[in-house]
T-cell receptor, first 113, second 114 residues
Framework: GAVVSQHPSWVICKSGTSVKIECRSL??????MFWYRQFPKQSLMLMAT?????????EQGVEKDKFLINHASLTLSTLTVTSAHPEDSSFYIC?????????FGSGTRLTVV | DAKTTQPPSMDCAEGRAANLPCNHSTISGNEYVYWYRQIHSQGPQYIIHGLKNNETNEMASLIITEDRKSSTLILPHATLRDTAVYYC???????????????FGSGTQLTVLP
């Protein structure tokens, strides 16, 4: 099956700095990637949909200038949390969007101190 | 996509079958039932999906009622590693070449007890 590699698995950063999370499709070309966020004891919430070569589509309430998504190639999508604040601390997960059973990355635990 | 209702938590003894129910009374004719699970601090994992027939794979079985208003995921011989949150998701068939996001509910926390 499809393999989606997400890095880093965890990161701690200082408030005000930016953090980049990478999501790579290792054995297929990912035209579409989904980015989710999960707060403790809550379910996954879709943040945005990224399509290769075009602008990402953000869900209502997600600031596009704060959560920058780049999907410049068919094998790499990145999410950059800019000027991170403690309230951005969460579990970020990417997912490819092809076939029947989508494959998810292993997730990135972001802690902003 | 139709709304789903799942119990918040269930326990199961190791080695026994785990039966996880899901209600989707407003499901439409073109909507599939998907099951995913999420082990703590990991990304979700696809388990199985079905339209109206019962399905089985190496991980689980999916039983869908004749009226399609509910379904049950069966893990035939639960192990400690099956402890996870299980999500039942209903979603319409997608056309070739397009992708649609999965909408996650609160799921069922399955705890397999030794």
């Amino acid at each position: 099956g499809a393999v989606v590699s997400q890095h880093p698995s965890w990161v701690i950063c200082k408030s005000g700095t930016s953090v980049k999370i990478e999501c790579r499709s290792l054995d297929f070309q990912a035209t579409t990637m989904f980015w989710y966020r999960q707060f403790p004891k809550q379910s996954l919430m879709l943040m945005a949909t990224s399509n290769e070569g075009s602008k990402a589509t953000y869900e209502q309430g997600v600031e596009k200038d704060k959560f920058l998504i780049n999907h410049a190639s068919l094998t790499l999508s990145t999410l950059t949390v800019t000027s991170a604040h403690p309230e951005d601390s969460s579990f970020y997960i990417c997912s490819e969007g092809r076939g029947v059973g989508y494959t998810f990355g292993s997730g990135t635990r972001l802690t902003v101190v | 996509d139709a709304k789903t209702t799942q119990p918040p938590s269930m326990d199961c003894a190791e080695g026994r079958a785990a039966n996880l129910p899901c209600n989707h009374s407003t499901i439409s004719g073109n909507e599939y039932v998907y099951w995913y699970r999420q082990i703590h601090s990991q990304g979700p994992q696809y388990i199985i999906h079905g339209l109206k027939n019962n399905e089985t794979n190496e991980m689980a079985s999916l039983i869908i009622t004749e009226d399609r208003k509910s379904s049950t995921l069966i893990l035939p011989h639960a192990t400690l590693r099956d402890t996870a949150v299980y999500y039942c998701i209903v979603r319409a068939v997608i056309s070739s070449g397009s992708a649609r996001q999965l909408t996650f509910g609160s799921g069922t926390q399955l705890t397999v007890l030794p």
